[in-house]
C-alpha cells in the first residue's frame, strides 16, 4: 500500500485516474463521501500480513440521479439526490454523509423482548402463586379459630340428663288385632 502501513481501501471514481486511497480509522470531508461521475465505480481493499485480526472496513453504495432529474421515487431533502424508494428508512444513511433525510421520520418496528416477557410472565405467576397461598393460609387460620370457639361453646353448654330404660321396657309385648 503506497501511503498506508497496515491496510489501504482503493476507490477508481474514474478508471483513467489514480484512485482514492483510504486508509486508518478516520476519513475527512473529502474523502467520507464519494462520487462516481458514471456508472462504473472499482475498489480494491489491500492488507498487509501484519493487519492479521483487525476490523477492516464497511462501506455502503447507493445509486443515486442528479438533483436536476425528475425523479419519481424518494428525494433526499438537503443533497437532492434522488435514490430507489428501497433506500428509504432501510437504517443505512443513502442520502449522503451530510443529509438524514431518507432515515428521519420512519416508522419503527415494534421489537419484541422475549426475555422481558419471559421475566414478565414468571413475576406474575409467582405474585398469583403468593397471593392464592395467603388467601389459603387465612383461610385455614379462620377455620381453626371458628372451632376453638365452637369448642369453648360446647363445653359451656349443659348436656341433656339421661334416663336409664328399666330392663322390663326394652321389650314390650304387643297384641296383634
Known amino acids: 500500500a503506497r501511503?498506508?502501513?497496515?491496510?489501504?481501501?482503493?476507490?477508481?471514481?474514474?478508471?483513467?485516474?489514480?484512485?482514492?486511497e483510504l486508509c486508518g480509522g478516520e476519513l475527512?470531508?473529502?474523502?467520507?463521501?464519494?462520487?462516481?461521475?458514471?456508472?462504473?465505480?472499482?475498489i480494491t481493499f489491500l492488507t498487509a500480513q501484519?493487519?492479521?485480526?483487525?476490523?477492516?472496513f464497511k462501506a455502503s453504495f447507493t445509486e443515486i440521479r442528479d438533483k436536476g432529474s425528475t425523479c419519481d421515487q424518494f428525494r433526499c431533502a438537503s443533497s437532492g439526490y434522488c435514490?430507489?424508494?428501497?433506500?428509504?428508512?432501510?437504517?443505512?444513511?443513502?442520502?449522503?454523509?451530510?443529509?438524514r433525510s431518507d432515515e428521519l421520520n420512519c416508522k419503527k418496528a415494534v421489537e419484541i423482548d422475549f426475555v422481558m416477557i419471559g421475566g414478565g410472565v414468571a413475576a406474575a405467576v409467582v405474585?398469583?402463586?403468593i397471593i392464592v397461598c395467603s388467601l389459603?393460609?387465612?383461610?385455614?387460620?379462620?377455620r381453626r379459630s371458628d372451632?376453638?370457639?365452637?369448642?369453648?361453646?360446647?363445653?359451656?353448654?349443659?348436656?341433656?340428663?339421661?334416663?336409664?330404660?328399666?330392663?322390663?321396657?326394652?321389650?314390650?309385648?304387643?297384641?296383634?288385632v
Open 83 to 99: 435514490i430507489s424508494a428501497n433506500s428509504y428508512c432501510n437504517s443505512i444513511q443513502n442520502c449522503g454523509h451530510f443529509d
Open 136 to 142: 389459603c393460609h387465612r383461610k385455614n387460620k379462620r
Open 127 to 129: 405474585l398469583v402463586m
Open 50 to 56: 501484519k493487519a492479521v485480526g483487525a476490523k477492516g
Open 147 to 176: 372451632s376453638s370457639i365452637t369448642a369453648q361453646f360446647d363445653i359451656s353448654r349443659p348436656k341433656p340428663p339421661q334416663f336409664e330404660i328399666p330392663p322390663s321396657l326394652h321389650f314390650l309385648p304387643m297384641d296383634s
Open 3 to 20: 501511503g498506508c502501513s497496515g491496510a489501504v481501501v482503493r476507490v477508481w471514481l474514474d478508471l483513467s485516474q489514480q484512485p482514492v
Open 28 to 42: 475527512n470531508n473529502e474523502t467520507i463521501q464519494l462520487i462516481s461521475a458514471t456508472n462504473l465505480l472499482k
